[in-house]
């Protein structure tokens, strides 16, 4: 089981980036998905989630209307597109994923999880 996220990078304020997490070694489709991030000095905060099948998605409200959560299960791999960068979004990003189809907030629920790729917004 693998996840490799990518996409991170340096924007300046208002700006937008796009993640990637792709999967591979087990059936992507099952399993409900979510990125998480943490900032320097900060706990490991949940960003957005998304159902196995793509239907369903749920976001942190300091990222509501900026960042869309989505999936191709086709090919595996999971995406955040983050619009309207802020400063604060500043962090290194996770993908993880959950068997049983699980879709939640916490990080616990969580079986597998990725390097992480890191995002800074400068102002």
């Known amino acids: 089981v693998q996840l490799q996220a990518s996409g991170g990078g340096l924007v300046q304020v208002g700006g937008s980036l796009r993640l990637s997490c792709a999967a591979s070694?087990?059936?992507?489709?099952?399993?409900?998905m979510a990125w998480f991030r943490q900032a320097p000095g900060k706990e490991r905060e949940f960003v957005a989630a998304?159902?196995?099948?793509?239907?369903?998605?749920t976001y942190a409200d300091s990222v509501k209307g900026r960042f869309t959560i989505s999936r191709n299960n086709s090919k595996s791999t999971l995406y955040l597109q983050m619009n309207s960068l802020k400063p604060e979004d500043t962090a290194v990003y996770f993908c993880?994923?959950?068997?049983?189809?699980?879709?939640?907030?916490?990080?616990?629920?969580?079986?597998?999880w990725g390097q992480g790729t890191e995002v800074t917004v400068s102002s």
């Open positions: 993880a994923a959950g068997s049983g189809g699980v879709y939640s907030t916490s990080g616990t629920s969580y079986d597998f």
């Open positions: 070694g087990w059936p992507f489709s099952g399993y409900g």
């Open positions: 998304i159902t196995p099948g793509g239907g369903t998605s």
